[in-house]
């Protein structure tokens, strides 16, 4: 009997043995199937995460962040361990002592699941095991991708330490609302840094990676709250916490910023702009789209914040006020549904929802709740609703005539809000204060202009962008019109042709034809003519650009060939390829204000090259500088100490793209221009050059400007070019947009007058004529010039540049210009000029005076 029993036991041992044999033989060659071309688990320790990359202002202040996964990189020696207790106490409690995989852990999820009927599945994936799917393999829940977890999971745990493992998972793992790791989700959920979160709000961060989806704060306040006492449970039995802790942190409720109880931390930053916009483009054009969105690194822009707010301030209130002055109402073509403005929660969650710019500082977007026999209520986006409500009054409106979005015809002028609004419309709004006191004086209706442009300004010495506008608002059109926009320049490209013709034997007293020109083209006679109509005879080169003669120019040009002009302009960076037709010495091809401004630097510097640059610098997230903008030497820095009163010498290493001398009288010139010519509107406590510009038909306007130290430069017209308007100009409507900025930049920066180079010496003379004059001569009609050493024309026999060839040309002395001379006919018909007694800026036979 007891033998049958031991056979009997003996042969079930034997069966359990056997199937234990080829279970685990089994087991094996499926590990062995499938630890076959796994992926090598040894890159993680070259763990490169994708992180945000920063940029600041040059006082160090963050103004913009660009990121596909919003992560910031934190070693795991800089994570509290109140962070990582709550996520080993959410998601692996036995982390610290098991191999890789919990074998309790997967048994009762396995017990659990047979019990429930597969209607409860429970994860059973340790931390170790979640990098691994995290990094190398899929997330599919499928038994191929739980084995090869399994075997990379112990793989790992032989290859890097706990803390090194702790330091991947907490640094990778997702946790809704765009946060990859636990230091972004701290900022995005509370704004806070690791090291700031109480017990409660960190065991909120690790209830999320069970659901981050599920999970939201605001949508399942509830299922998060619930989750989050969960996690605190668990570290107060796992020994993290005391009882106290946790019954007092669970009784708690759930903040977030999404709830509205703690400010955002973009609503820290300024919105996003023109400028961290082209820096974003800049870069990802340099370092590539993935370095730059995911490299984390560190930009210092070289914007100057306070000069960015005046170059958005000048140029949209110069489009407003052209835009305002066509009288047209468009509005912003958004509507309020009816049902939903029955409540203040319902038009306030509408309004809210509304894509409209919220970028525009004073500006606010407003829904008409109802129509009073002349006035409009609004319901006001942040503003609370007082006892009387919010108006738009009669008076507001009777400015414009409302267009019709569907007819394109203009209705008649409006007399009361209704002829303009209707209820459920979405506008814009801002509060008219007294001038007086600042006191409010009523809600006023504001758009976006139709019309649009672009202003720059940068150092003329660095190249540093100090400031850069694309249009009216970022939030309304994104198109960057200081760099994307290929516009005529018009007339501001004749300095280049001047400059040309400086650097090849002419002078500021160079006597140039300005008479009438016919051109036969392919195209047809090509007829130009100077802005007023008329002509004026032979004049000083200098005449020629301060009143932006087109004949002028073109003679110039074309005497000293359109092929020369084509490689000054390409020298100076305006084009990359000038076609060499004459009518591109008035500016007819286009290019950007970004590398007008530019090139207009150089005449400010004395003629040596600048690159722009809207960054000084570009570190890697470890810290590493990869570009530098400013590639000077300094020659003294490696001193112990500087001489007393002494500073550093800096050489300067910079290509020269025209000759000093020329690029002085080029700007002693435009100095002309702004103080007699078309850019007279320009008021600044500083000396101050520039050029306006206005296209055919006034498509386009420009004012470039420069002092001793700020070029700044303005275009406006619309998107899709067509005219301004008869009264249009560029020293109109540009010049104001400098004058604004110019004075904010004079008061922080200064100037002085421009430098003198060497080579040269200076000659008084007539302005009109291009006579000489004595050196004690004064008067209206008196300029000094400054020579180059060994350029003096033949002032008795000088050469009259016609352009077209051998013309009988009449001095305009010999008209008479300047003295009052009379011109007379004889008795055979012909004309004869009488001139009148010599005086200063007159020439007879009796010689120079």
């Not at 903040?255 to 109880?261: F, H, I, L, M, Y």
């Not at 306070?306 to 110069?318: F, I, T, V």
């Amino acid at each position: 009997m007891l033998r049958s029993i031991l056979s009997f036991f003996g042969s079930i041992f034997s069966w359990i043995v056997t199937a234990a044999f080829f279970a685990a033989l089994t087991l094996g060659g499926i590990f062995w199937v499938y630890s076959r071309d796994l992926p090598s688990h040894e890159t993680l320790a070259q763990y490169s995460p994708k992180t945000i990359s920063r940029i600041y202002s040059g006082e160090g202040m963050l103004i913009d962040e660009f990121a596909e996964e919003r992560r910031i990189f934190v070693p795991s020696e800089e994570i509290p361990d109140l962070v990582k207790e709550a996520f080993i106490s959410a998601e692996d409690k036995n982390f610290f002592i098991h191999p890789g995989y919990d074998v309790r852990g997967i048994i009762g999820a396995a017990y659990q699941a047979v019990q429930t009927g597969g209607s409860t599945v429970r994860g059973a994936s340790t931390i170790t095991q979640q990098v691994m799917k995290n990094f190398l393999l899929s997330s599919d829940r499928s038994v191929e991708r739980k084995v090869k977890e399994l075997i990379l999971a112990s793989r790992l745990e032989r290859t890097l330490s706990k803390e090194q493992i702790l330091e991947l998972y907490l640094n990778e793992i997702f946790l809704g609302q765009n946060s990859f790791g636990v230091a972004a989700a701290a900022q995005v959920y509370f704004n806070k840094s690791l090291a700031e979160l109480a017990p409660h709000e960190a065991a909120m961060l690790a209830a999320m990676p069970q659901a981050p989806g599920r999970y939201h704060p605001v949508r399942a306040k509830e299922r998060v709250t619930e989750r989050r006492n969960y996690v605190l449970r668990e570290m107060w039995q796992n020994g993290y916490i005391d009882q106290a802790t946790y019954e007092a942190e669970a009784r708690l409720p759930l903040k977030s910023v999404q709830n509205g109880d703690y400010p955002s931390a973009g609503s820290q930053m300024p919105p996003r702009d023109y400028f961290t916009d082209e820096i974003r483009r800049q870069l990802s054009r340099e370092f590539g789209q993935e370095e730059f969105f995911g490299g984390g690194l560190t930009i210092r822009a070289t914007v100057e914040p306070k000069l960015q707010s005046a170059a958005a301030d000048a140029l949209r209130e110069a489009l407003e006020s052209y835009d305002r002055g066509r009288g047209v109402w468009r509005g912003t073509g958004e509507t309020i549904a009816p049902e939903q403005l029955g409540n203040e929660a319902g038009w306030r969650g509408a309004l809210f929802e509304a894509e409209v710019p919220r970028d525009i500082p004073g500006w606010y977007p407003a829904v008409v709740l109802e129509l009073g026999q002349s006035d409009a209520r609004i319901g006001i986006e942040g503003i609370e609703e007082d006892a009387d409500g919010h108006w738009i009054p009669a008076r507001d409106v009777q400015w414009a005539r409302k267009l019709n979005r569907e007819t394109r015809r203009l209705e008649a002028k409006a007399q009361v809000a209704g002829d303009l609004v209707s209820v459920g419309d979405v506008v814009l709004v801002r509060a008219m204060t007294s001038d007086g006191d600042g006191s409010f004086v009523r809600w006023t209706l504001r758009q976006v202009p139709e019309v649009q442009g672009g202003f720059m300004a940068m150092d003329v010495n660095t190249g540093r962008v100090m400031a850069m506008q694309g249009g009216f608002s970022y939030q309304s059109s994104v198109f960057n019109r200081a760099t994307q926009a290929q516009r005529q320049p018009g007339s501001s490209f004749k300095p280049f042709v001047y400059a040309a013709a400086l650097d090849n034997n002419y002078t500021p007293a160079t006597i140039v034809v300005d008479e009438a020109i016919r051109i036969n083209t392919p195209y047809g006679m090509w007829e130009p003519k100077n802005a007023s109509g008329r002509t004026y005879g032979p004049s000083p080169l200098r005449t020629g650009i301060e009143q932006s003669r087109n004949l002028m120019t073109i003679r110039v040009a074309q005497d000293i060939g359109m092929e020369r002009v084509a490689e000054y302009a390409e020298k100076f960076g305006v084009y990359d390829d000038l076609k060499p037709f004459l009518a591109n010495a008035l500016g007819a091809q286009e290019t950007t204000l970004f590398k007008m401004v530019a090139a207009y630097a150089m005449f400010a510097n004395g003629g040596e090259r600048v690159e722009p640059t809207l960054v000084d610098r570009v570190q890697d997230r470890r810290g590493r500088t990869v570009y530098r903008h400013d590639k000077r030497v300094c020659e003294t820095c490696g001193m112990q100490a500087l001489p007393a009163g002494q500073g550093p010498v800096i050489a300067s290493n910079r290509e020269r793209v025209m000759d000093a001398v020329t690029a002085y009288q080029l700007t002693s010139m435009l100095e002309g221009v702004v103080q007699r010519g078309s850019g007279k509107g320009v008021s600044l406590p500083v000396p101050v050059a520039g050029k306006t510009g206005t296209t055919n038909d006034a498509k386009d306007v420009w004012f470039i400007g420069f002092t001793s130290n700020i070029v700044a430069g303005c275009y406006l017209g619309y998107d899709q070019p067509r005219t301004l308007g008869s009264n249009a100009y560029g020293g109109t409507l540009c010049v104001p947009v400098f004058n604004a900025f110019m004075r904010e930049a004079v008061r922080e920066y200064g100037g002085s007058a421009f430098a003198v180079p060497p080579g040269g010496h200076w000659v008084k003379i007539d302005r009109f004529t291009g006579q000489r004059l004595p050196d004690g001569a004064s008067g209206d009609n008196v300029v000094a010039e400054y020579f180059r050493d060994g350029s003096d024309p033949d002032w008795m026999s000088p050469v009259i540049i016609s352009g077209f060839g051998d013309e009988k040309v009449i001095l305009p002395w010999e008209a008479g210009g300047g003295a009052g001379a009379t011109s007379i006919t004889t008795s055979t018909g012909r004309k004869k000029v009488i001139p009148k007694k010599t005086d200063f800026g007159t020439m007879s036979s009796g010689g120079l005076y």
